[in-house]
């Protein structure tokens, strides 16, 4: 073995049993050949599963859930190298020369794999700016990374893709985020992979492959590549209704197999380049979803050109971090042009033969601009249109296919063909359709799941345009299980995060008794918990609440929001509190400040101005409580005083801010993300008190650790160990599991709420429901809430598929809860975050 230290001389391979395939045997053996000191370990499926067993236990109900043999095969090598370090490579891959000089002095050793990679369709679809490989991977014994990828493990087991859930896609992001200190070296992909896989040889074509650096090469005999495991099958034998017409006179009709195309292309026929147009402004969500279906086009001769006349660069930026070459941002300042002039700007950017309308706040299937563009060259059109669209309300849970037009917006035409678009501010795309078809050969297209007409409440046109289509839509998916089945079908094709398409909300009486397993066995035990936990016996209000008729309105809301030392946090929460598509003259803010010292309270009073123009109602307020921390924050013994602080000054806020609002949605200033249509989902779960999922990013697991449902055996264990300044401050996950278990329910009764993105009900709040500032029932804060509510006869709810982003951060931050690092998993205590 190597130093204490090092990287042991230890080769690790796996396989389902002992007889590795006849084809691989040859480049298993130059692993040895070329490290004869080295010692060699074959793992089989069940040798794997006996060393999880016995070594890592806690991860065997994951390990042993994974639905793909991959997972465990990929997950099984990140346990190897943190109990044993040494080597691991798979089994495809073939030693060219020693390593031993290449691991020499280091502790932990990962490789890039080929730019091309990075440009494959899946991996766009990712947003992967690099690939780093799983197949070759060097660590000394215990490094701490290994650790940081176990957690991560446990957070993205429930991705239906292999790639996201362990695999490389996995892996790159737990590089991304590894906690400082803990970075691998990784090697250029030159060195040990320098060979692109066969799925990237197909599309980009071969390149030479200088192997006098490399190591290593591997052969992707069993290449994730050839296969986009995240979407359905690319369609072979696909087949769409089309008709033309030459001049608005009726031309060809019928059934166009759209392969043939694709096999033109693929035997070398020339491949024209599209200029997606985007014009946006000030509007950063939506272009940045925009600008993910973009890159998740499976036609990759194609660029897109965004003409942004914004009042600030923060889409600017973000472009710029893709460094995606084919994305072109051109800056222009605020001068009220109108949005012909602004297309025609970008017209005359596109350096594309065909040019193709990309709207900023619509969705595009991944194959649009291949399908479309297939069409009008197997027809030899000049343009295409689609005939009908999709058309999506969030807000009214309503999905449809609209009647047959030529739909403007998704035209995809020759560039020496388009007019000059009017200099309208609206409806200037219409005339310049028009003007299309009166003059050239188009195509229209019956494939309306390529173009999704978004409805957000912030269109060019408004709300009674929309009411309009939906009246002549051929199809309708109303509010309901047809609904959800629809839409949780488009988000698998759709390029978007979770946040972006969530799980549908299903009325009550269509969710199945088992969504709410987690609560139902929580409630079960509620009779022999202990103190700290127990429901008490109801005893309900004479008059509850009517929430159904308000999950499908827009009813005065209010936004809470205590702040401390936030002035980093404040350009991020006010962009995303002007994103909500829930209607100016419905939303009011509220926001009380305390015990600042970075300038908060001045940064919140240069922004009144603006907010008490946009929204219904403001109310600003200065209420210091004199929180100093002895400590850092998620310390058990500093957490009475913080939380007390905390619910002091949410108690007071409410008191001060709520009017006549019906709801009143807390949401914490540090939330970096969340959906525009946060609050309209909040609302179709119909509950009196509802929590959104807070996680370190979409996808991931979850930061706001106070919404919690007790596990059925909560009755059993010993809450009195935990019980610290008299509230209870139990270690992660003891007696209690947390919303990134439950990501498969749409929504569960829960025992414990966070405040970070919190719906409640305003005559809650009105008939004495607040935040106790000493324990109760042994807890405080937003978890004492929890425990009032039920002692009040009412129920707390929690969508763990609704997801707000809290990135895990150091420093002091805002007196809502946020901005502490995240402490070890055994002193992450309840209560604390």
């Given at each position: ?12 391979q796996?396989?389902?049993n ?7 045997r040859?480049w298993?053996?130059?692993w040895?050949?070329h490290?004869p000191?080295?010692e060699?370990?074959?793992?089989t499926?069940a040798?794997?599963?006996a060393?999880?067993e016995e070594h890592?236990?806690w ?8 639905p793909?043999?991959i ?5 099984i090598r ?5 109990h ?49 490989g ?14 940081h ?8 087991h429930?991705s239906?893709d292999p790639?996201a859930?362990?695999g ?8 991304d985020s590894?906690?400082e ?14 060979e692109p ?5 197909e ?5 030479p492959?200088?192997l006098?650096r490399?190591?290593?090469v591997?052969h992707?005999?069993g290449?994730?590549?050839r296969v ?7 369609p ?5 209704r089309?008709w ?15 392969d043939?195309?694709r ?6 026929s020339?491949?024209p ?18 600008v ?9 001769r ?7 006349d ?29 949005l012909g ?8 950017l ?5 040019v193709c309308?990309?709207?900023?706040d ?5 194959e649009?601009l ?5 069409a009008?060259l197997?027809l030899?059109a000049?343009?295409?249109f689609?005939?009908?669209e ?5 807000a ?21 063909a ?8 609206r ?6 359709a028009?003007?299309?078809?009166r ?14 007409y978004?409805?957000?409440?912030a ?13 002549a ?13 629809q839409?949780?079908?488009?988000a698998?094709?759709l390029?978007?995060?979770p946040?972006?398409?969530?799980e ?14 987690a609560?139902k066995?929580a ?5 022999q ?8 016996p109801?005893?309900?209000?004479p008059?509850?609440v009517?929430v ?23 350009p ?13 003259d ?12 970075d ?5 919140l009073q240069d922004?009144l ?16 409580f ?16 913080r ?8 108690n007071?806020?409410?008191s001060?801010?709520?009017a ?11 939330v970096?993300d969340?959906p525009?249509?946060?609050v ?7 509950e009196e ?5 807070c ?9 706001d650790?106070?919404t ?6 909560a009755?059993?264990?010993?809450w ?15 007696g209690?599991r947390?919303?990134?278990?439950l990501?498969g329910?749409?929504r ?14 305003a005559?809650?709040?009105r ?13 405080i804060?937003?978890e004492?809430?929890a425990?009032?509510?039920?002692d ?16 895990a ?13 995240t402490?070890?998993?055994e ?7």
């Amino acid at each position: 073995m190597a130093e204490k230290h090092g990287i042991p001389l230890l080769i690790h391979q796996t396989w389902k049993n002992t007889e590795v395939p006849h084809g691989w045997r040859e480049w298993s053996a130059s692993w040895r050949r070329h490290h004869p000191d080295w010692e060699y370990r074959l793992w089989t499926d069940a040798d794997n599963r006996a060393f999880i067993e016995e070594h890592y236990a806690w991860f065997l109900p994951v390990y042993d859930g994974y639905p793909e043999p991959i997972e465990r095969a990929d997950a099984i090598r990140y346990f190897l190298l943190d109990h044993f370090g040494g080597l691991y490579v798979d089994l495809d891959f073939e030693c060219l020369r020693p390593v031993t000089g290449l691991l020499a002095g280091k502790q932990l050793v990962l490789g890039l794999e080929p730019e091309e990679h990075t440009r494959l369709p899946w991996s766009r679809r990712n947003g992967m700016r690099r690939i780093v490989g799983n197949a070759f991977m060097a660590s000394r014994p215990g490094h701490p990374f290994w650790s940081h990828v176990h957690r991560r493990l446990a957070g993205a087991h429930t991705s239906p893709d292999p790639l996201a859930a362990t695999g490389p896609f996995f892996l790159t992001r737990a590089v991304d985020s590894a906690p400082e200190g803990c970075s691998p070296t990784l090697l250029a992909a030159d060195t040990v992979y320098p060979e692109p896989s066969p799925a990237a040889v197909e599309l980009f074509g071969p390149r030479p492959v200088d192997l006098d650096r490399a190591h290593a090469v591997h052969h992707w005999s069993g290449s994730w590549e050839r296969v986009d495991p995240s979407l359905p099958e690319a369609p072979t034998g696909r087949q769409v209704r089309f008709w033309t017409s030459q001049d608005l006179q009726p031309g060809a009709h019928g059934v166009i197999d759209l392969d043939a195309q694709r096999r033109r292309w693929a035997a070398g026929s020339a491949a024209p380049t599209v200029s997606c147009l985007m014009v946006t402004k000030d509007r950063l969500p939506l272009a940045e979803r925009a600008v993910r279906c973009f890159l998740a086009q499976t036609y990759t001769r194609a660029e897109l050109v965004v003409v942004d006349d914004g009042t600030d660069g923060a889409l600017e930026e973000h472009v710029r971090a893709l460094g995606d070459e084919r994305i072109r941002l051109h800056r222009l300042p605020p001068e009220g042009r109108t949005l012909g002039e602004l297309r025609n700007i970008a017209v005359d950017l596109a350096t594309g033969s065909y040019v193709c309308q990309w709207d900023d706040d619509d969705l595009y299937d991944p194959e649009r601009l291949e399908v479309q563009l297939a069409a009008v060259l197997a027809l030899d059109a000049t343009a295409c249109f689609l005939a009908r669209e999709r058309l999506w309300w969030p807000a009214r849970r309503t999905l449809g296919i609209s009647g047959v037009r030529v739909w403007e917006g998704s035209m995809l035409c020759a560039k020496d063909a388009l007019p000059r678009y009017p200099e309208l501010r609206r409806g200037e795309d219409s005339p310049v359709a028009e003007a299309v078809v009166r003059a050239g050969r188009t195509v229209s297209l019956d494939a309306p799941e390529l173009y999704t007409y978004v409805f957000h409440g912030a269109n060019t046109f408004d709300e009674p345009h929309f009411t309009s289509l939906f009246d002549a839509a051929t199809h309708l998916w109303p509010t309901g299980r047809a609904y959800a089945d629809q839409l949780r079908a488009m988000a698998a094709r759709l390029p978007l995060d979770p946040a972006d398409v969530p799980e549908a909300s299903v009325p009550e009486a269509d969710v199945p008794e088992a969504e709410d397993t987690a609560g139902k066995a929580a409630e079960a035990t509620a009779e022999q918990a202990p103190d700290p936990s127990a429901r008490v016996p109801h005893t309900r209000r004479p008059a509850p609440v009517d929430v159904r008729a308000d999950a499908d309105e827009h009813p005065p809301l209010l936004v809470l929001t205590p702040v401390k030392d936030a002035t980093a946090f404040l350009p991020r929460y006010l962009e995303n509190l002007r994103a909500l598509d829930h209607p100016r003259d419905a939303l009011s803010v509220g926001l009380l400040e305390g015990d600042s010292r970075d300038g908060t309270w001045q940064a919140l009073q240069d922004a009144l101005p603006a907010l008490e123009a946009e929204f219904r109602r403001v109310t600003l307020v200065r209420r210091h409580f004199g929180l100093r921390l002895a400590g850092p924050r998620w310390e058990r013994g500093v957490q009475r005083q913080r939380r007390a602080a905390l619910a002091m000054a949410r108690n007071h806020l409410l008191s001060r801010a709520l009017a006549d609002e019906r709801w009143v949605l807390w949401l914490d200033v540090d939330v970096t993300d969340h959906p525009a249509d946060l609050v309209q989902r909040l609302l179709g779960a119909r509950e009196e008190i509802v929590a959104a999922h807070c996680v370190t990013e979409p996808g991931g697991p979850s930061f706001d650790l106070n919404t919690f449902v007790l596990r059925p055996d909560a009755g059993a264990l010993d809450w009195d160990r935990w019980l610290r300044d008299g509230i209870l401050q139990p270690p992660r996950g003891f007696g209690r599991r947390y919303l990134d278990e439950l990501r498969g329910h749409e929504r569960v009764r829960v025992d414990g709420v966070g405040g970070t993105a919190l719906l409640v009900h305003a005559d809650l709040h009105r008939d004495g429901l607040v935040f106790p500032a000493v324990p109760y029932r042994r807890l405080i804060e937003t978890e004492g809430l929890a425990a009032l509510a039920q002692d009040m006869g009412v129920a707390c709810w929690a969508l763990p598929g609704v997801e707000v982003v809290h990135p895990a951060h150091p420093g002091g931050g805002p007196l809502s809860q946020a901005g502490e690092a995240t402490p070890p998993a055994e002193a992450h205590v309840g209560g604390s975050r």
